[in-house]
């Protein structure tokens, strides 16, 4: 039976089969036999998540475009469909041609979370392809990873042939080209990647290794001349003139964002010290509005959807977003709604949802971040009590009658008066709008626990310990007790912890997450799949701690194990940041702004 | 304002998609076609289209109905089906669409009962035709057939789905072949995988495979009318 066939008698037996039928509207099936090189898409999360993920929409149209070369997809799949997979040997596949995965030519995954490593893993397990780079020969694929978390892919390296820093959209194209000049010439898989090694933006982790002293990270030696000492990301100048996916693939399934999306820009000009994509996604390139209006009636036409989401880090920001937003309703027509998914604490951005707001007055979200100004001066989200209560007051006398407010708990130098902050932030809020509108709105607080990101001002900064983090968490949830109308949720602490040792890990870490695969870590994003134990077991069998990458208070003039991989902003620049925060003072126009 | 009814047949993989699916993809097929829909009133309009009855996921269907409303009654039937279908994924096939009167009861709640015929997957080796007939006739021998399933409110309830199985017979066409005729529609009715599931602890004293797995299902028809006297419903007649 061929692998199309054995999949054909496992639908039935699946929770969800229109997962795995890969012929939803706008899907690209191209002949192998006619293209001159082949690659998937790997996403190491279900397919609801992965299907709204913008940038995978964005190179499978990037690379399809192309007529010799063909992109399909693959998703991590659901327990069920592991297990049949497992139970008959077949291998996983991609969802276009149903083709093993390990008969492609590069094979490359999306890295939007650390928490998904070990599907990474666990893909290549059930792909049949050998899981370390070293193990695998011209028979399998390249192995190739992007995204935000390959800022610092480290505790991955092993597993990896190629990382691609910053944007994909010219970049995996290029890679693909190259895979076809470099066969023609005869190249193996060494030539090869020692060819890519010398090219902006791919990092090649084999050419370099970490050097140790006394269990501690000392830098990292180059083995190769090609490969660079420093590896620079990919920013693709002008958006207007970039590939964008205007017939994207209409899931059938209903996703996360089950709506189109459009990209105001990228890069953001906000410098919130926490924050990693403010770094990652510079320099600010913005879509002009010409391009958008031309992008969204494309948009809607191949799609038939109803509803489009006008994406960025702060897409308030955009310059006469309410002109934009105007212009493109009167272009769409009355049954098309566009909505925001970020709103900034202003009176602004409030009244531009509103003013574009359709049906029910219900929910708006914002994220404070910090229960006090003091905490929000340390994190550059300067923001007063008053804008708070404007912007809340706005809307509530707009009619909107439930906010979410978003905060992090264990941000640098917080104290439990910055927690207690959030909870008389929000009595405060609630005095007020009863006194001055006699609106009694819902709140809901979110508390996320803070994680030190590479090329942040903040990666330096210890995470609180898991057992202070969850005492903070009591506390704040005693404080917001006694408030009527307001609710509470927090995150996972341990599912933090972890995010936090592999965000700022090193290559140590790679037995772990091989270790973790085996033990069945899967889907650890997820609440219903995490295990805190199960990992703190797989690390107590390898005698490694944690809390050596997550707690520890890195020194600015210690090596850092992504010093060699260019975010955009130098270190001497965050370490500049990193001083004000604690002093408690506004940042430089040089962070802020969102170039350098 | 004009009222259209439209016949379709699902096949191949699309039998997997929910009714929640199909009706997604119908709403944003018909929103690419450029077809004047009319929503409905409210804080949250929606399309008014509607489906007769929700299929089960892995049914595949040879004349399924929904109708629907648009804003101008311009639009012949025939431009209507060209549009749409131009629109619709492979293996969504419409099979005719017809002009309705704008008045009088919706699709939905004109249905009361379903024919499907299942064909025998081949996954796994088919049982002689003698034993699938045995067990078809011990099964409607039965006086009462018990299911347990969440009532109203959530509440576990006992329901009796002997009276809603109004035909069944095995035969052989290439492998087994069963067809029957269920209750079905708002005022109740059993899913043709609940009977195939009895059927096969009938056959085999035991819960064996899921149904899905053995058979192929196909809803051939839907039908108005009191058990007794039913009549397939179609465009021209609904």
């Known amino acids: 039976m061929s692998l199309d066939k054995e999949l054909q008698a496992l639908l039935p037996r699946v929770q969800k089969p229109a997962r795995y039928l890969g012929n939803e509207w706008n899907v690209v099936i191209k002949d192998h036999a006619q293209a001159a090189v082949r690659a998937v898409l790997a996403f190491p999360d279900l397919y609801e998540v992965g299907m709204s993920n913008l940038g995978l929409q964005i190179l499978y149209a990037a690379v399809n475009s192309r007529p010799e070369m063909l992109l399909e997809r693959a998703f991590a799949p659901a327990a069920d469909m592991e297990a049949l997979l497992r139970e008959r040997g077949l291998p996983l596949f991609a969802l276009e041609s149903k083709k ?75 890679l693909l080209a190259e895979l076809i000049a470099l066969r023609s010439r005869g190249a193996g898989r060494r030539g090869t990647l020692l060819a890519l090694a010398a090219l902006p933006g791919f990092y090649i982790p084999q050419f370099y290794r970490p050097l140790y002293r006394g269990g501690s990270f000392q830098g990292i030696e180059r083995l190769e001349s090609a490969a660079p000492p420093v590896v620079a990301k990919r920013t693709v100048p002008d958006l207007d003139g970039a590939v964008f996916p205007t017939a994207p693939i209409v899931p059938y399934l209903e996703v996360v964002h089950d709506r189109g999306v459009l990209e105001l820009f990228r890069g953001c000009s906000r410098g919130c010290r926490f924050c990693q994509a403010g770094v990652i ?41 309410d002109a934009l937003i105007s212009d493109l309703s009167a272009a769409a027509g009355e ?14 951005s409030v009244g531009l949802a509103d003013r574009f707001h359709r049906g029910r007055r219900g929910s708006l979200t914002f994220a404070p971040e910090a229960g006090t100004e003091r905490l929000r ?50 009595r405060e809020l609630l005095d007020h709008l009863r006194r001055a509108y006699g609106k009694k709105p819902r709140l809901t607080v979110s508390a996320s626990v803070f994680v030190p990101k590479p090329h942040t001002p903040f990666q330096w900064e210890p995470q609180l310990p898991l057992g202070e983090v969850e005492r903070r968490q009591r506390l704040l949830a005693q404080a917001l007790k006694p408030l009527r109308g307001v609710g509470f949720n927090w995150h996972e602490a341990g599912a933090s912890f972890l995010e936090a040792v592999f965000a700022r890990g090193d290559r140590r870490l ?87 | 304002m004009a009222r259209i009814c439209f016949s379709f047949a699902v096949t191949g993989e699309l039998k997997y998609l929910s009714h929640l699916d199909l009706m997604r993809l119908f709403q944003r097929a018909l929103r690419r076609a450029a077809l004047p829909l009319v929503y409905s009133q409210g804080f949250n309009p929606h399309p008014r289209l509607s489906l007769a009855a929700p299929l089960p996921v892995g049914v595949s269907a040879a004349r399924e109905l929904g109708e629907l409303f648009l804003a101008d009654d311009s639009i012949a039937p025939e431009q209507f089906l060209k549009r749409l279908q131009e629109q619709l994924p492979a293996g969504l096939i419409l099979n005719g669409a017809a002009a309705k009167a704008p008045g009088g009861p919706s699709l939905a709640a ?16 088919s049982p002689p035709a003698a034993e699938l007939q045995e067990a078809v006739a011990r099964l409607l021998s039965l006086p009462e057939i018990k299911i347990s399933h969440r009532g109203k409110g959530g509440k576990e309830a006992i329901a009796d789905i002997r009276p809603f199985i109004y035909e069944l017979t095995a035969g052989m066409e290439g492998g087994p072949v069963l067809e029957m005729l269920l209750k079905a529609g708002s005022s109740g009715g059993v899913s043709p995988y609940l009977v195939l599931e009895r059927l096969e602890q009938a056959r085999s004293g035991a819960a064996g495979e899921a149904p899905a797995f053995l058979w192929n299902l196909q809803r051939l028809a839907l039908y108005r009318g009191e058990a007794g006297s039913l009549q397939e419903l179609t465009c021209a007649g609904a």
């Open chain 1, 335 to 348: 049954r098309v709604r566009f909505s925001l998914p970020s709103l900034r604490l202003d009176s602004f």
């Open chain 1, 100 to 174: 093993p995965l390990r008969d492609f030519d590069l094979l490359g995954f999306s890295l939007q979370y650390e928490l998904s490593y070990t599907n990474v893993l666990n893909m290549l397990d059930l792909a049949q392809i050998p899981l370390y780079a070293n193990a695998r020969d011209e028979r399998y694929p390249l192995v190739a990873a992007g995204g935000p978390c390959a800022f610092n892919p480290e505790p991955l390296a092993p597993f990896i042939d190629i990382f691609l820093l910053g944007d994909g959209e010219e970049a995996l194209p290029e």
């Open chain 1, 510 to 596: 790679a037995p772990v997450l091989e270790l973790a695969q085996r033990r069945g870590c899967r889907f650890d994003g997820w609440s219903e799949f995490f295990s805190l134990e199960r990992w703190l077991s797989v690390f107590r069998e390898l005698e490694l701690d944690p809390a050596d990458w997550a707690y520890r208070r890195y020194t600015h003039e210690e090596p850092l194990p992504w010093d060699h991989l260019a975010a955009g902003v130098p270190k001497a620049v965050l370490v500049r940041e990193h001083r004000r925060a604690l002093a408690e003072e506004a940042a430089e126009n040089r962070f802020e702004g969102g170039q350098s």
């Open chain 1, 377 to 426: 001066r340390v994190i550059n989200k300067n923001i007063s009590r008053e804008d708070i209560f404007a912007a809340i007051g706005a809307a509530v006398a707009a009619g909107w009658q439930a906010f979410k407010l978003y905060f992090m708990i264990g941000l640098p130098t917080e104290t439990h008066d910055d927690i207690e902050g959030i909870a008389r932030l929000c």
């Open chain 1, 281 to 321: 996604y510079r320099p600010v390139r913005r879509r002009s509005p010409e391009t958008l209006q031309k992008l969204a009636c494309e948009t809607l036409q191949a799609t038939g959807y109803d509803e489009v989401s006008l994406a960025s880090l702060s897409s308030s920001d955009y310059p006469h977003i």
């Open chain 2, 110 to 125: 004109q249905v009361s009962a379903a024919r499907y015929r299942a064909a025998w997957s081949g996954l796994t080796p």
